[in-house]
């Protein structure tokens, strides 16, 4: 199996021995459907003087002396060679690859590529296999793996190569005017909980975000954010258009989105994002959010709770919930309100379920209500909710009625450890 480091520097001779130059670079097509997961090298780049010469990798007449020997042989003598040109989709393994960094699908993480390694299919086609992410990868580069790695065993120190397989990193564009093109990784981006695709954009560049984002829907960004740094997550809603950025919003949870729109460096950026919400409802709602004191009941609460009239029999609370448009993340518990708006219990969907379809929902109500106003601190929220092992907490304006909720999760991420809530989350 050779490696790109192995490659790179290889004299190039023609078919009658002529020498044509020194290997500079190889280019591989990661578009489909010539691409796939483990893409094909279709141009050699040979430095010759002060040109460089592509060839296509057709004219390549030994591909073994590549690993072994210190020649690359040719198919047919110099003056018969013919020269490619860049094409859309392809990515030079050098230039663009090595020593960049790339990202990691299956571990959720950004990782420096130290080397590339490759493998010939049974058509004599080179492929990219993986990419090597370990020190020892960087000692092959250097002409110090064989010297270095025997020596380490000695004193008991383990130099493991660190192999990615090409089908589960994803080329991003790079920084500083490198030419890596996404493969649109919204196949595989997609599927990462959101607490592992908040990881990735937490480590990357904001280049590296930008080009993610744009490739994955609202909802996966809005998603991802939630689990993100608030100030991260106001980072990457300042580098995007006021529509995105509206876009994403909307699909957060109002609590959430009132938090990120807090941290942004500009009042004005997060009231023009706000403004463009085709909901003024949940416009109004993020607004009101952002109008208490940090570090309150009324900071943290979200305001996408399922809120029921007391006199409802479970059939109607059913029909109730079937007919929203959008499901809450908070079903677990639902609430329940008397004529005049004033909250009066809370009740499980599973009780609502497993119940008769004429019981009347007041009747389902078993324990005392506990709540809080907008102004409680959080360490007041979090005795309540330690005292009575609450899942969830009402807050109440002074009339009574309810203005959203504040979970564990939320009073955790206020006063857990950053490292503590990061494991948790994990």
Same mark, same amino acid.
């Not at 196949?187 to 937490?202: E, G, M, N, Q």
């Not at 980072?235 to 006021?242: A, F, Q, R, T, Y």
């Not at 007919?323 to 639902?334: I, M, V, W």
């Not at 609502?352 to 379809?357: P, T, Y």
């Given at each position: 199996?050779?490696?790109?480091?192995?490659?790179?520097? &290889?004299?190039?001779?023609?078919?009658?021995?002529?020498?044509?130059?020194?290997?500079?670079?190889?280019?591989?097509?990661?578009?489909?459907? $010539?691409?796939?997961?483990?893409?094909?090298?279709?141009?050699?780049?040979? &430095?010759?003087?002060?040109?460089?010469?592509?060839? /296509?990798?057709?004219?390549?007449?030994?591909?073994?002396?590549?690993?072994?020997?210190?020649?690359?042989?040719?198919?047919?003598?110099?003056?018969?060679?013919?020269?490619?040109?860049?094409?859309?989709?392809?990515?030079?393994? &050098?230039?663009?690859? +090595?020593? &960049?960094?790339?990202?990691?699908?299956?571990?959720?993480?950004?990782?420096?590529?130290?080397?590339?390694?490759?493998?010939?299919?049974?058509?004599?086609?080179?492929?990219?296999?993986?990419?090597?992410?370990? $020190?020892?990868? +960087?000692?092959?580069?250097?002409?110090?793996?064989?010297?270095?790695?025997?020596?380490?065993?000695?004193?008991?120190?383990?130099?493991?190569?660190?192999?990615?397989?090409?089908?589960?990193?994803?080329?991003?564009?790079?920084?500083?005017?490198?030419?890596?093109?996404?493969?649109?990784?919204?196949?595989?981006?997609?599927?990462?909980?959101?607490?592992?695709?908040?990881?990735?954009?937490?480590?990357?560049?904001?280049?590296?975000?930008?080009?993610?984002?744009?490739?994955?829907?609202?909802?996966?960004?809005?998603?991802?954010?939630?689990?993100?740094? !608030?100030?991260?997550?106001?980072?990457?809603?300042?580098?995007? !258009?006021?529509?995105?950025?509206?876009?994403?919003?909307?699909?957060?949870?109002? !609590?959430?989105?009132?938090?990120?729109?807090?941290?942004?460096?500009?009042?004005?950026?997060?009231?023009?994002?706000?403004?463009?919400?085709?909901?003024?409802?949940?416009?109004?709602?993020?607004?009101?959010?952002?109008?208490?004191?940090?570090?309150?009941?009324?900071?943290?609460?979200?305001?996408?709770?399922? +809120?029921? /009239?007391?006199?409802?029999?479970?059939?109607?609370?059913?029909?109730?919930?079937?007919?929203?448009?959008?499901?809450?993340?908070?079903?677990?518990?639902? $609430?329940?309100?008397?004529?005049?708006?004033?909250?009066?219990?809370?009740?499980?969907?599973?009780?609502?379920?497993?119940?008769?379809?004429?019981?009347?929902?007041?009747?389902?109500?078993?324990?005392?209500?506990?709540?809080?106003?907008?102004?409680?601190?959080?360490?007041?929220?979090?005795?309540?909710?330690?005292?009575?092992?609450?899942?969830?907490?009402?807050?109440?304006?002074?009339?009574?009625?309810?203005?959203?909720?504040?979970?564990?999760?939320?009073?955790?991420?206020?006063?857990?450890?950053?490292?503590?809530?990061?494991?948790?989350?994990?």
């Amino acid at each position: 199996m050779p490696y790109l480091s192995q490659i790179i520097g &290889k004299r190039v001779l023609d078919s009658v021995g002529q020498p044509m130059g020194r290997i500079s670079d190889l280019a591989i097509t990661i578009e489909e459907p $010539f691409g796939g997961e483990f893409p094909p090298v279709t141009l050699v780049l040979v &430095k010759a003087g002060d040109a460089h010469l592509r060839l /296509r990798w057709e004219m390549i007449a030994d591909i073994s002396s590549l690993e072994r020997g210190n020649v690359c042989l040719l198919d047919q003598p110099r003056a018969r060679v013919t020269v490619g040109r860049e094409k859309e989709g392809e990515v030079y393994l &050098k230039r663009d690859v +090595l020593d &960049k960094q790339i990202l990691d699908v299956s571990n959720a993480r950004m990782v420096r590529v130290n080397d590339v390694f490759l493998i010939e299919d049974k058509d004599d086609n080179l492929r990219a296999a993986g990419v090597d992410v370990s $020190f020892r990868g +960087l000692l092959r580069r250097v002409r110090l793996e064989h010297s270095v790695v025997p020596l380490a065993r000695k004193f008991g120190a383990k130099m493991a190569r660190q192999h990615i397989p090409w089908n589960q990193v994803e080329v991003l564009r790079g920084e500083g005017g490198g030419k890596i093109v996404s493969k649109l990784p919204t196949d595989k981006l997609s599927r990462l909980h959101p607490s592992d695709l908040a990881a990735i954009v937490t480590q990357m560049s904001p280049t590296q975000r930008a080009a993610l984002i744009e490739t994955l829907d609202d909802e996966t960004v809005a998603l991802a954010l939630e689990e993100a740094d !608030d100030e991260v997550a106001a980072d990457v809603l300042s580098d995007l !258009d006021i529509e995105r950025a509206a876009d994403i919003i909307e699909e957060m949870d109002p !609590d959430e989105a009132a938090d990120v729109l807090g941290e942004m460096d500009s009042p004005e950026a997060a009231d023009a994002i706000l403004n463009r919400l085709d909901d003024p409802e949940e416009a109004a709602d993020i607004k009101h959010l952002l109008s208490y004191e940090e570090d309150t009941a009324g900071a943290l609460m979200n305001t996408d709770v399922v +809120l029921l /009239r007391e006199e409802f029999t479970c059939d109607e609370a059913i029909s109730h919930l079937r007919s929203e448009d959008a499901t809450p993340e908070n079903l677990h518990s639902l $609430f329940l309100e008397n004529e005049e708006g004033r909250l009066i219990g809370a009740i499980s969907l599973a009780q609502v379920v497993l119940s008769a379809g004429d019981v009347r929902l007041q009747s389902l109500i078993e324990d005392d209500l506990i709540t809080v106003d907008p102004q409680a601190s959080v360490q007041e929220c979090a005795k309540l909710v330690a005292k009575y092992d609450l899942m969830s907490l009402p807050v109440v304006d002074f009339n009574g009625a309810l203005l959203g909720i504040v979970t564990v999760d939320d009073i955790l991420d206020e006063i857990a450890p950053q490292e503590w809530s990061a494991r948790r989350r994990a």
